[in-house]
């Protein structure tokens, strides 16, 4: 039995190809890259039937490399970016590229929304608070300000829901897809009657929530025949899926993934709360996923690789970042390029580095971006630390960190606990293939290889936490308190 992985991220799409046991078949594997579109006035967005092409490059690249005559795949499992929204017309084409989760020019229309809204009863529905990351916002920013669009539109999807209604034809979104846009209520699993109301929608404008597979329709099927037969399942939220790859399915593991933007996430029943700052989106109908996501993450680090005179060769990058003591750059910075999510939600917060000199080189800069991520992430640990058990571990995945042995060491330095790397090098896609063998009825045994531990050091911890009370001075200097 062999199963097929795609994984559609916002900054390339994967496929692999996967056996019963959750085995990654290394001759099976392709991958295309692409970049949002990005303005100064905060879009971030994909065209659709670009991204529409590139996993489906990425599935003919997969293919190409097991031959010929390869035999069928049983089933195919999704991983895909939470909260893209798209609008489409009567015939299913895209109104709108999609409007990913780090476009910013909804804060104006979350912050609207907070004034009409309890936005912690909205939050305890709907595991999302009232930020320009989720679809209540953006709905209205869209209704407000292309209203011509919303008018045409017919339905409301992000781009998981259009792949699979054009590669299956049915029109349809996974508990998990739907829990990550800010619309479903978690107590009864629809779509919430005020958001929608307020949003100026009709449920029917939303996909049906349901986890059926379903198959491939023409001519993706002639295009595809060792996948024609597959049962291809709704998409997983991507955040779900690197959980479940990394082996993080229970409240002795927080998973921690750094890839674009950063994570740390937790995997338990339905009924576990959600503490301040921190989301709660679900794996499946029986598990919740509860954690904390930033803005920012190897986007900042390769937006500073850009913009800065930094050196080209990654290993003189690497030693010269680590030449530097912790916190020694004299710099404090809010790394906020996209705004902030957890655990502020501040979506109109702007990026500064603060304390530059004219001595002050670009290695200093990086590194202190880098820290200020990390602080960024203590700070959601603190939240989602007590919700795990008593000495649980921490396993740390994303090509982002894993390549920077600095950042990782810096990373449990700021936390101040042990980091357990994970050598599963595609979690995400790992999970989806994992999640599509269960739907098979298949539950191979967990084997994630578990990778070097990093231990943070005691001096080096105490250094970072005094630095990161100078953070917390500067983002309240400068973001201040969450405006409603």
């Known amino acids: 039995?062999?199963?097929?992985?795609?994984?559609?991220?916002?900054?390339?799409?994967?496929?692999?190809?996967?056996?019963?046991?959750?085995?990654?078949?290394?001759?099976?594997?392709?991958?295309?890259?692409?970049?949002?579109?990005?303005?100064?006035?905060g879009a971030v967005e994909i065209d659709a039937d670009a991204l529409l092409e590139a996993a489906a490059r990425a599935l003919d690249g997969c293919l190409?490399?097991?031959?010929?005559?390869?035999?069928?795949?049983?089933?195919?499992?999704?991983?895909?970016?939470?909260?893209?929204?798209?609008?489409?017309?009567?015939?299913?084409?895209?109104?709108?590229?999609?409007i990913t989760w780090a476009d910013t020019r909804s804060a104006p229309a979350a912050a609207e929304l907070r004034r009409?809204?309890?936005?912690e009863a909205v939050r305890a529905r709907t595991g999302a608070p009232l930020h320009a990351a989720y679809f209540p916002a953006k709905l209205r920013w869209l209704r407000g300000h292309r209203p011509d669009v919303f008018a045409r539109a017919r339905r409301w999807c992000g781009f998981p829901e259009y792949l699979a209604w054009r590669l299956t034809g049915l029109w349809r979104t996974s508990v998990s897809m739907a829990s990550g846009t800010g619309l479903m209520d978690h107590a009864t699993c629809r779509w919430d009657?005020?958001?929608?109301?307020?949003?100026?929608?009709?449920?029917?404008?939303?996909?049906?929530?349901d986890d059926a597979a379903a198959r491939l329709v023409q001519p993706w099927a002639s295009r595809w025949p060792a996948l024609a037969a597959a049962r291809w399942f709704p998409a997983w939220g991507d955040g779900a899926c690197s959980s479940v790859g990394s082996d993080c399915v229970d409240p002795g593991r927080i998973a921690l993934n750094v890839g674009t933007s950063a994570a740390l996430r937790l995997v338990g029943p339905t009924a576990a709360g959600t503490p301040a700052g921190l989301w709660r989106y679900r794996l499946d109908a029986a598990r919740s996923l509860v954690g904390g996501a930033t803005s920012e993450g190897g986007n900042v680090i390769?937006?500073?690789?850009?913009?800065?005179?930094?050196?080209?060769?990654?290993?003189?990058?690497?030693?010269?970042?680590?030449?530097?003591?912790?916190?020694?750059?004299?710099?404090?910075?809010?790394?906020?390029?996209?705004?902030?999510?957890?655990?502020?939600?501040?979506?109109?917060?702007?990026?500064?580095?603060?304390?530059?000199?004219?001595?002050?080189?670009?290695?200093?800069?990086?590194?202190?971006?880098?820290e200020a991520i990390a602080y960024r992430l203590a700070l959601?640990?603190?939240?989602?630390?007590?919700?795990?058990?008593?000495?649980?571990?921490?396993?740390?995945?994303?090509?982002?960190?894993?390549?920077?042995?600095?950042?990782?060491?810096?990373?449990?330095?700021?936390?101040?606990?042990?980091?357990?790397?994970?050598?599963?090098?595609?979690?995400?896609?790992?999970?989806?293939?994992?999640?599509?063998?269960?739907?098979?009825?298949?539950?191979?045994?967990?084997?994630?290889?578990?990778?070097?531990?990093?231990?943070?050091?005691?001096?080096?911890?105490?250094?970072?936490?005094?630095?990161?009370?100078?953070?917390?001075?500067?983002?309240?200097?400068?973001?201040?308190?969450?405006?409603?």
């Open 1 to 41: 039995m062999r199963v097929m992985a795609l994984d559609v991220g916002t900054s390339s799409a994967r496929a692999l190809g996967f056996d019963a046991e959750g085995r990654a078949l290394p001759e099976l594997e392709a991958r295309v890259v692409y970049e949002p579109r990005t303005t100064l006035e």
């Open 64 to 98: 190409a490399g097991a031959g010929a005559a390869t035999p069928p795949f049983e089933a195919v499992g999704i991983s895909a970016f939470w909260h893209g929204l798209l609008a489409l017309d009567g015939e299913g084409r895209p109104l709108t590229a999609v």
């Open 116 to 119: 009409l809204f309890d936005e």
């Open 193 to 209: 009657p005020a958001l929608l109301d307020l949003a100026g929608i009709a449920p029917e404008a939303l996909p049906p929530i």
């Open 302 to 370: 390769a937006w500073a690789r850009r913009t800065l005179a930094l050196p080209a060769d990654d290993a003189a990058l690497e030693a010269a970042l680590a030449a530097l003591a912790p916190d020694a750059h004299g710099l404090a910075a809010l790394p906020f390029l996209a705004g902030e999510r957890s655990p502020g939600w501040r979506d109109d917060a702007r990026g500064l580095v603060s304390g530059l000199r004219l001595g002050t080189q670009p290695h200093e800069i990086l590194r202190a971006l880098m």
């Open 380 to 484: 959601i640990h603190e939240r989602l630390g007590p919700l795990a058990v008593p000495g649980h571990a921490v396993i740390a995945s994303g090509g982002a960190l894993l390549r920077s042995p600095v950042w990782t060491g810096i990373v449990a330095d700021v936390l101040g606990v042990p980091l357990t790397l994970s050598r599963e090098t595609e979690a995400s896609s790992r999970g989806a293939a994992l999640l599509a063998l269960a739907g098979l009825g298949q539950a191979p045994a967990p084997t994630a290889p578990a990778g070097q531990r990093v231990a943070p050091d005691a001096r080096r911890h105490e250094i970072y936490r005094k630095a990161l009370e100078v953070q917390r001075r500067l983002y309240e200097n400068v973001v201040g308190p969450r405006v409603s």
